[in-house]
């Protein structure tokens, strides 16, 4: 088998982003200013950004037997996407993911996710071939926990890099997790799930990262909302505020920043350059509606520009 630089195991859906002035109250309506349909969901995302970024990708993930699920094949072929280990569930749509977002890039997601839209211990584990020869295996949490659990040992057990996006979905599972990871990315709110308090500055987002960094990762990139990024790692640690970026759909950002950093760890980046890398994606994405990322050369070097002295 042909060795990829990534496997991502996560979701993919038909993202239907819709830009309004302002989002109507109960019996009210109002105009879309522009609409947008696209490969989505968390998994594709961050499929997508890992190829602009140049990585080989693969993605394990569930679509329907439908016609919207052959088009968001079609569209992760045209993408660069391996998606020879991607599931068609019979009797099953396709998941739907509708993003509404205001003038004040103020979103609201819509979603309908059928659990069998989601993986199992059983897809994970028949894709094990594939895990155990890519360079990298990228766990999107929202995933069950059993079908994220077998995806992370059985990188682990083949000595590949193992990288966790958001939280456990049952905190029973989260030590075992942890302990497989080298790489945990957490929002504020996941950051809360997992130990109990969001960090609200730059030093409670290097003090969760600290004491996350005792449960198994090497690496943490935590998020502080509206403020930036706390990187912690054995021997060091940093916080990067946002890129001076007017937002105009935060959906996606830290799908984004998940792909650069990923990459960054691929090439060997130091971890003061690859978290910047990581940031400057993020800070890419906001400016357009929609989840998917758009990580030319120009768009991150444009990043890396605004991006304030950590």
Same mark, same amino acid.
């Given at each position: ?52 970024? #140049?990585?080989? @990708?693969? =993605?394990?993930?569930?679509?329907? $037997? ?5 088009? !968001? +094949? /079609?569209? %992760? ?81 083949? #000595?590949?890099? @193992?990288? =966790?996006?958001?939280?456990?979905? $049952? ?5 075992? !997790? +942890? /302990?497989? %990871? ?81 990459? #960054? ?18 800070? /890419? ?26």
């Amino acid at each position: 088998m042909t060795q990829l630089d990534v496997v991502v195991v996560g979701q993919v859906a038909r993202d239907l982003v819709l830009l309004v002035d302002e989002v109507p109250e109960a019996g009210g309506s109002a105009p879309v200013r522009r609409r947008h349909e696209l490969l989505g969901g968390k998994g594709a995302n961050h499929a997508v950004g890992l190829a602009q970024l #140049g990585a080989s @990708v693969g =993605l394990l993930a569930v679509v329907g $037997d439908d016609e919207v699920g052959e088009r !968001l +094949l /079609a569209q %992760a072929r045209a993408d660069g996407i391996d998606v020879a280990r991607v599931l068609r569930r019979p009797g099953i749509p396709t998941g739907l993911i509708v993003d509404v977002v205001d003038a004040e890039a103020h979103w609201r997601y819509l979603e309908d996710l059928p659990r069998a839209t989601l993986l199992t211990p059983g897809d994970v584990a028949g894709a094990a071939d594939a895990l155990r020869a890519a360079r990298a295996v990228l766990v999107q949490l929202q995933q069950p926990a059993r079908a994220a659990l077998v995806a992370a040992r059985t990188a682990r057990e083949a #000595g590949r890099l @193992v990288v =966790l996006d958001g939280a456990p979905t $049952d905190p029973a599972d989260a030590d075992e !997790l +942890l /302990a497989l %990871a080298d790489v945990l990315r957490a929002d504020a709110q996941e950051v809360e799930l997992i130990t109990g308090d969001a960090p609200r500055d730059a030093e409670g987002g290097l003090a969760a990262g600290r004491r996350l960094l005792r449960r198994g990762p090497s690496l943490l990139a935590i998020e502080v909302a509206g403020e930036g990024n706390a990187f912690v790692w054995p021997d060091g640690e940093l916080f990067l505020p946002l890129s001076r970026t007017p937002t105009v759909d935060s959906t996606g950002a830290g799908d984004a920043f998940v792909a650069a950093l990923t990459v #960054g760890l691929l090439r060997g980046e130091p971890r003061d350059r690859l978290a910047r890398y990581a940031v400057a994606a993020a800070g /890419a994405t906001v400016g357009h509606p929609g989840g998917r990322p758009a990580l030319t050369d120009e768009a991150i070097r444009e990043q890396l520009d605004r991006i304030p002295a950590g």
